[in-house]
Structure formats: structure tokens, C-alpha cells
């Protein structure tokens, strides 16, 4: 069969049916092209442009369109759309440009946003919000609506009752299929999206749940107690949302029911919000390893500048630790002032070798991989050996090109054998510390990086100059 010249970014399925292709570029996001545009009708002042343009968008994406503009720009087109913006939009905007926009906004349009949201996205816009108004924005809500998310604010931050929704669906036992395709039909009120059904005991305790697709699929006097699952992952509304990430990591699951002291159904963590939080936990993770912390590039100057002062606080220490270190070996480094020349080289192979053990232990300690508990010798007898490994490697060609260099192969044998110590111990030092951490109670991915930092410069250090204090004075 032979049809009309398909051009680019078409294609042609089985049936006949053309269909347009987008560039990876194009699958998500505001292109180039359109944040032009919007930049050039705010510069205009058409109005209508602008909500014309945005008016297409996925919220998440008007979110990235309001982070892209010039903070003067971002003014003028919050002042433009503020009344047709989605509230899923503020839920995608990063906290600070959220608390500019919010700012803005009088309670009471404030409370109006929020009882459109999701119960769980509306608890985490107003757990940013200052308690004054706060309390104002609950005060404009609906009596049932505000009871919810006043709970919801109870549960500590980053737990599994800020992180649920109230919006599910739970069904009794005895119910059977029909029943429920017909109560799901003609009730007005379910979540927009769900993809389980809870199954509740009189006391409101689940039972069991059943996908939506195991409904559609069975007869229609089947009773929902003969097709529901009954070995639940049930997660206590204080649990940290890390474990309610790994829960739904570890078993795939798209859902988990979430209860309350007494083991009542209060809520529901989805997988949406899941993915949300496993980004959130591993950006913190690695922010953290660098001594970033938490950082935002919409933040003012001096906000990004005094979260990063304090891990170069605490770099000024180490320095001035290795500095008294170093000038304990003045008189060497006066007869040999090569070693001058060398030594930075063992401490910045040790840590650097030692940062890629210490990003590893910390990931795999957040995913479980690895805990306090178990397995902890088997990883720290493989982080040693690949130290070493590596170590004899560099060792051989650092101690080469420093004896060839300054003409003294006892030069070459010292600065070989402190790279060994220095690059065995970052293996070492790295895999325990952030295990001895995490045993203690301490968040590994914040305390660990200057921990080794002082270590393998002290310690690389200390081995070159003391070595070279025995074999080369």
C-alpha cells in the first residue's frame, strides 16, 4: 500500500493513522521558542498573548515557564495571570519563587487555591506559610477542609501524614464487584486519579486492597473480600518519607495505605509523590556530600551565601589543621624543598579517592544496600582492596615521575609509599565513617565529607613528611 511522502517529525502506525513525533527536547518543558514569545508579549504588554500561550501549558510546565523569566518579567506575568493560573502550578514552583507568588495573594484567594489542590500538596503549601497567615488562610476554609489539613500539619515534616492525601477510596468487605463499579459510577466526589481500592473492617481498618484493573476484570457478583490482596504494606502516619520511599522501591508498589495510631485508614501515599521524594532525598544527599546544603538559584545572594559559608567554615579548620600538620616538618621541607612541591599531591589523590567512597556508602546506606548492622565487613574489605588497587597504581607512576623529575629515586619510593597509606586509608575512612555515622544517628551525607577531608590531608601529609623525615634527613 503506498500513500503521500511522510516528512519529518511524522510517522505512520499500522492502521494508517499519521501521527506527529516531537524531538526529546519538545517531550517536556517550555521550548525556546515559547518563552521567547512570552517574553516578548510581556515586553508588549498583550495580555491576551500571554494567557493565549500559556493557556495550553501543563501546569508543571507554566511552573518551569514562571522560573525561566527575568525576575522583572516574573513580576509583571504573575500580575497578568495570577487569575487563570492552575493551583497545581504553585505546587511545581520551587519554594522560594512559591513564596513570591504567595505573598501576593490575599488569604482568602489564598484559601481558595488550596481547597482545589490535592489535600497533600495543599498541606505542603501551607506548611510554608507564616503561622499569622496561616491561620488566616484555615479560618476562609470549609469546617471539613480545614479539620483535615489542620491533622495534617500535626504530623512531623517529612513524614508519611504531611506526605499522604486524604482523597481515596475504601469500600466494605462485602461489597461486590457490581456494587462497586456502580458506586464509583454515580459518586461525584473520588480522587481524580486512584489506583486502589481499600478494602475496611467495621473499625475502619483495612483489610486488603484491590487494584482498579483486578475490578474491571472480574464478574460482577464476585465480592471484593475474595479478590483483594490481603498482605498489605501498611505505614504508620510518623514514618519518615525516605522509608516510605524505599517501601515503595523495594516492592513496587503504586499506592500504600496510610493509618493512624490506632490503625485506622487516614490516608494514602501514591507513587507520584513517591517519585517526588526519592528526587528530593538523593539531590539532598549529594548537596550535602559538598557542604551545598539545601540550595535554590532563585534564592537572593546573601541566602545562598550564608549556606555555603558554613562549610567553608569548616574547610578554614581543616586547612589550618593540616597548615600545623605541615609545620612540623619545617626543617625537612627546608633540606628538600621538592617535598614542598609534591605533597599536595598525595592529600588531593587521598581525598578525591576517598569523596568517591563516601558518595557511594551514603547512596547506598539511603537505598538499604547497605546497613549499620550487616554486611558492613564485606564492604569495607572491598572498598580497601580497590584503595589499594588503585593506590599501587598511582604509586608506581607518581613515585616514577617524581624520582625522574627531581633525580632522587628515595623521593620517588616516599611520595609512592604515602599515596598507598594515604589512598588505602580514604577507602577505610570513607566506608566507616559514614556507617559509624548513620550508627549514631547522624545524617552520614552532611557530617562525613569534612570528616575525611581532615583525615586524608592530615594523614596524607603526616605520611610524606614523616617518611620523608626518616629515609631522606
Known amino acids: 500500500m503506498t500513500g503521500p511522502e511522510l516528512g519529518p517529525g511524522t510517522a505512520q502506525t499500522d492502521r494508517g493513522t499519521v501521527v506527529e513525533t516531537v524531538d526529546e527536547e519538545e517531550l517536556y518543558g517550555p521550548s525556546e521558542e515559547l518563552l521567547e514569545n512570552v517574553s516578548a508579549a510581556l515586553a508588549a504588554g498583550d495580555i491576551p498573548l500571554v494567557e493565549n500561550l500559556i493557556e495550553p501549558l501543563h501546569p508543571a510546565d507554566v511552573a518551569d515557564l514562571i522560573e525561566h523569566l527575568e525576575p522583572d518579567q516574573r513580576k509583571l506575568f504573575l500580575d497578568i495571570t495570577r487569575h487563570a493560573l492552575e493551583p497545581e502550578t504553585i505546587s511545581h514552583l520551587d519554594e522560594s519563587l512559591r513564596d513570591e507568588v504567595v505573598d501576593q495573594m490575599a488569604p482568602a484567594e489564598l484559601a481558595s487555591m488550596v481547597t482545589e489542590l490535592d489535600s497533600d500538596d495543599a498541606v505542603d503549601l501551607l506548611e510554608d506559610l507564616d503561622d499569622e497567615t496561616q491561620r488566616q488562610v484555615l479560618d476562609n476554609l470549609p469546617a471539613a477542609d ?51 481500592l481499600f478494602v475496611l473492617d467495621a473499625a475502619q481498618k483495612p483489610l486488603g486492597s484491590v487494584p482498579v484493573s483486578r475490578v474491571l476484570r472480574s464478574k460482577r457478583e464476585t465480592k471484593l473480600n475474595e479478590i483483594m490482596d490481603e498482605e498489605l504494606r501498611l505505614v504508620p502516619a510518623d514514618t519518615d518519607q525516605e522509608a516510605v520511599a524505599y517501601l515503595f522501591r523495594q516492592y513496587g508498589l503504586m499506592s500504600a495505605p496510610v493509618v493512624d495510631a490506632g490503625g485506622r485508614l487516614i490516608g494514602v501515599v501514591t507513587v507520584d509523590d513517591v517519585v ?54 619545617e626543617d625537612t621541607i627546608g633540606h628538600y624543598p621538592a617535598l614542598a612541591v609534591l605533597m599536595p599531591i598525595t592529600a588531593a589523590m587521598g581525598g578525591n579517592a576517598g569523596v568517591q567512597v563516601i558518595t557511594v556508602t551514603v547512596r547506598a546506606l539511603a537505598t538499604r544496600e547497605i546497613t549499620p548492622s550487616s554486611n558492613v565487613g564485606r564492604i569495607v574489605m572491598k572498598e580497601l582492596t580497590v584503595g589499594l588497587m588503585n593506590a599501587i597504581v598511582f604509586a608506581v607512576i607518581l613515585g616514577t615521575l617524581g624520582g625522574l623529575w627531581f633525580g632522587s629515586v628515595g623521593l620517588g619510593f616516599v611520595l609512592g609509599s604515602a599515596m598507598i597509606f594515604n589512598m588505602v586509608w580514604a577507602g577505610f575512612a570513607g566506608t566507616t565513617i559514614p556507617i559509624v555515622m548513620e550508627k549514631l544517628g547522624f545524617d552520614p551525607a552532611t557530617g562525613a565529607g569534612p570528616f575525611l577531608t581532615t583525615t586524608t590531608d592530615c594523614l596524607g601529609f603526616f605520611a610524606f613528611l614523616g617518611l620523608a623525615t626518616l629515609f631522606l634527613t
Open 146 to 196: 480545614r479539620l483535615y489539613l489542620e491533622q495534617g500539619l500535626t504530623y512531623p515534616e517529612d513524614s508519611a501524614g504531611r506526605l499522604m492525601q486524604r482523597e481515596l477510596v475504601a469500600l466494605p468487605a462485602l461489597w461486590n464487584v457490581g456494587e462497586t463499579i456502580d458506586y464509583l459510577r454515580a459518586t461525584a466526589d473520588l480522587p481524580d486519579d486512584f489506583y486502589d
Open 276 to 329: 517526588r521524594v526519592i528526587d528530593e532525598e538523593a539531590e539532598e544527599d549529594l548537596l550535602n556530600i559538598v557542604g551545598v546544603g539545601d540550595t535554590d538559584f532563585h534564592a537572593p545572594a546573601y541566602v545562598t551565601a550564608f549556606q555555603r559559608v558554613r562549610w567553608l567554615v569548616v574547610t578554614l579548620v581543616n586547612t589550618l589543621i593540616a597548615a600545623f600538620v605541615i609545620s612540623r616538618f
